[in-house]
């Protein structure tokens, strides 16, 4: 069974994830086959629109293929898994700057590498059923794939609690912050790539099937958000959680205080130097180095083992603590690579 399903349907090109017993999470050969149609289709007159989503099954795309890279982190020092992120960020960096117009369902699951091909897209379409959410702090990577990117643009502080807590935000929420272009009903997805597909501007079919979301539950917090997650050094914004009193700020203490302290100060210092870039390349580049640092760094296994492996929510981090994690340390996981080794666009 092919993991994508790519074709010309009618005027738009359609690709569709399809490892519905992984929540579509992306292989390295599914990164592959994407870029290449959405190479070959970018010069096909038949197609003015690209669409992204998924054959069957719920969630859109859980991720990345975690336990693959975890393996090759594991067994050849990172070597396949370093190749999986070239090829899957040159993916990320084809959609950014496409010249088509480009949709992304996004309907239910949307995490990690699911959010790194859904929001370079021209539009972004949430449901009642989407969960949108960067959670690689709980598991020892970084929210990588543009994370940097989107995550550092988002109004006040919301990226930077969305990287440190892995926070997961539904439909409304995503629309709210402009995460999502549009919001429509489940029930009408069909309806919309159907007419897509017939060679309907994509804007004004959206336009046209968007309904009216429920509230956004995350500006109930924004103030909290902006306030207390408003340092780029970890140990301030745990100070304030502590400080704080509040049961909101409690319970998002006891969820920072259970990730890994040395990608929640990647993090931080990710989002920073995202939020200075003018060119997603430079921002994916810079992701790339990290990546191919964090892969083989203890809390990278570890916290796949304890979280997805044995799934016993156990992970020992390495660094234990924020205070563990040095200025020298994450000067070296953000330090260039050798020329020859360089992540480059296509």
């Not at 409690?250 to 969820?255: D, S």
Request: some cysteine; aromatic content about 6%.
């Amino acid at each position: 069974m092919a993991e994508v399903l790519a074709r010309i349907d009618g005027s738009a090109g359609h690709l569709s994830l399809n490892r519905p017993e992984a929540l579509h999470a992306l292989t390295h050969a599914m990164c592959r086959t994407m870029d290449a149609a959405l190479a070959e289709w970018a010069g096909d007159d038949r197609v003015g629109a690209v669409l992204i989503d998924h054959a069957e099954g719920r969630g859109f795309c859980a991720g990345g293929d975690i336990a693959f890279l975890r393996r090759s982190a594991l067994e050849d020092g990172g070597r396949s898994g370093r190749a999986f992120f070239f090829d899957e960020y040159r993916l990320n960096h084809r959609l950014f700057t496409y010249g088509k117009p480009t949709v992304a369902f996004m309907d239910g699951i949307t995490m990690g590498g699911g959010v790194g091909i859904a929001l370079p897209c021209s539009f972004r379409v949430a449901t009642e059923r989407t969960k949108l959410a960067m959670p690689e702090t709980g598991i020892g990577l970084f929210p990588d794939v543009g994370g940097g990117w989107y995550l550092s643009r988002l109004p006040g502080r919301t990226g930077q609690w969305m990287a440190l807590t892995g926070a997961r935000l539904d439909g409304a929420e995503c629309l709210a912050l402009g995460l999502a272009t549009h919001y429509l009903p489940n029930g009408k997805l069909a309806e919309a790539r159907d007419r897509i597909c017939g060679g309907e501007p994509v804007g004004g079919v959206l336009d046209s099937l968007s309904a009216a979301p429920p509230a956004a539950r995350i500006l109930e917090h924004r103030e909290d958000i902006d306030r207390l997650f408003a340092s780029d050094n970890l140990e301030d914004i745990i100070a304030a959680l502590e400080a704080d009193g509040g049961e909101w700020a409690a319970r998002e203490l006891e969820t920072l205080c259970s990730k890994s302290p040395q990608t929640c100060k990647v993090a931080l210092r990710q989002l920073a130097q995202s939020a200075t870039l003018t060119d997603f390349a430079d921002n994916m580049a810079m992701e790339y180095r990290i990546a191919s640092r964090v892969l083989t760094r203890p809390d990278f296994a570890e916290g796949v083992r304890a979280v997805i492996v044995d799934k016993t929510g156990d992970p020992h981090w390495d660094p234990p603590t924020p205070a563990a994690v040095t200025e020298a340390l994450l000067d070296a996981i953000f330090a260039p690579l050798p020329a020859d080794e360089e992540w480059t666009p296509q």
